[in-house]
């Protein structure tokens, strides 16, 4: 074995410390979520809060703490957005979300279940990618996986938000349309959302809240 001089043993041991640093930051983009983020359910005809209660696993006295624009539990109006709290974690190192148990019902369809039942809070692509069974024989009553995108906010842009909705754009909405519904300033909404078109009526956007 050839022997290796100290100072070359210095500087090998030095470039493996740092590709491996790295090699670590470009495979983990996440470290940690956060206990608490918002789905900004928009509410279609038929559903309601025991529908919406069932498909996060999350209790409606919990939903109702979160929406004090709903003053009867047992009717919402169609049309109007709930907030649905749940956590936001780091899935595998890669990205921030939380994977939900849905059981399917006769006739579902990826399609269905991310823009109808989720109410296009995640999309087909991502339910078709965390599942095993075909886009075309899907059985009915068994349980899939339906992964929902979230934000634990950037500390860099603002820390006077903790509390984020994923918000799902919808035809007719813009960047003014938005911040007037959520009172965030519109210049803030474009820092947490940079490269997003607010008008293009579909896609999801980070709204800020105070949590």
């Not at 749940?86 to 939900?100: A, E, I, M, R, V």
Request: charged content about 15%.
């Amino acid at each position: 074995m050839i022997p290796i001089p100290k100072r070359n043993l210095s500087i090998i041991l030095l470039f493996f410390h740092v590709s491996l640093l790295l090699f670590l930051n470009t495979q983990a983009k996440c470290k940690t979520g956060c206990h608490l983020a918002i789905a900004s359910y928009y509410v279609w005809q038929g559903s309601n809060l025991s529908y919406i209660s069932t498909i996060f696993s999350q209790q409606v006295p919990e939903i109702l703490n979160y929406n004090p624009n709903v003053p009867n539990k047992d009717s919402i109006d169609t049309g109007i957005r709930v907030n649905v709290p749940f956590s936001c974690d780091c899935l595998n190192g890669d990205f921030l979300g939380h994977t939900f148990t849905y059981i399917t019902q006769f006739g579902d369809t990826y399609d269905r279940v991310a823009n109808y039942a989720y109410s296009n809070l995640t999309t087909v692509d991502w339910v078709q990618r965390v599942n095993t069974y075909g886009p075309n024989r899907i059985p009915d009553y068994v349980p899939i996986n339906v992964t929902v995108n979230c934000s634990c906010g950037d500390r860099h842009v603002s820390k006077d938000y903790g509390l984020f909705a994923t918000y799902p754009l919808r035809p007719g909405q813009n960047l003014s349309s938005v911040a007037k519904e959520s009172g965030v300033p519109a210049q803030l909404l474009e820092m947490y959302n940079p490269g997003s078109n607010f008008s293009a009526g579909t896609g999801i956007v980070f709204v800020p809240a105070r949590g």
